[in-house]
C-alpha cells in the first residue's frame, strides 16, 4: 500500500535526516522537469500535494496510474542546494515559462521550486528558448 510507504519513508527521513527550522535538509538535491512541467512526481493534475504538511506523499501518474512516493515542497524547499538537470527540446516551452515567470508557469510544480540555492543545468535544447 502506497499510504504505509509514504508514511514509512517519512519517518524514516524524520529520523535520519539533520534538520533545518524543523524540516529534514538534504544537503542537495537533484531534479529533473518532465514535458507537462511535474518534478519529483508531482504532476499538474495533484500541484496541491507541493503544499502537504507531510514530508512524503503518494503522488498518481496521469496516464498509467502507477503509484509514485514523492517528496513535498517543504522538503524540497528546504534543501541547502538544488539543481535542476533537464534535457530536450520538447522542454523547451516549460523551461522558458518557469525561469522568466511567464504567463501561468505557477501551475507547473516545477516552478514551485525555489530553495535558497537553485542551480538550472540545461542542454542546448532545453534551454532554445531561453
Not at 523547451?92 to 518557469?98: N, T
Not at 507547473?108 to 535544447?125: F, I, R, S, T
Amino acid at each position: 500500500e502506497a499510504g504505509l510507504a509514504a508514511a514509512d519513508y517519512s519517518a524514516i527521513i524524520d529520523r535520519e535526516v539533520p534538520k533545518e527550522n524543523g524540516t529534514a535538509r538534504f544537503d542537495l538535491m537533484i531534479l529533473g522537469m518532465g514535458d507537462d512541467g511535474h518534478t519529483a512526481s508531482i504532476f499538474p493534475h495533484q500541484i496541491d500535494l507541493w503544499q502537504s504538511d507531510s514530508l512524503c506523499e503518494v503522488a498518481t501518474h496521469p496516464e498509467s496510474g502507477q503509484k509514485r512516493i514523492t517528496l513535498t515542497g517543504k522538503v524540497i524547499n528546504n534543501s541547502a542546494r538544488i539543481v535542476f538537470l533537464v534535457t530536450g527540446s520538447s522542454k523547451a516551452e516549460k523551461v522558458d515559462e518557469i525561469i522568466n515567470s511567464k504567463g501561468s508557469f505557477k501551475k507547473y510544480p516545477a516552478a514551485l521550486v525555489v530553495p535558497d540555492n537553485l542551480l538550472w543545468m540545461l542542454d542546448k535544447e532545453a534551454a532554445s528558448s531561453l
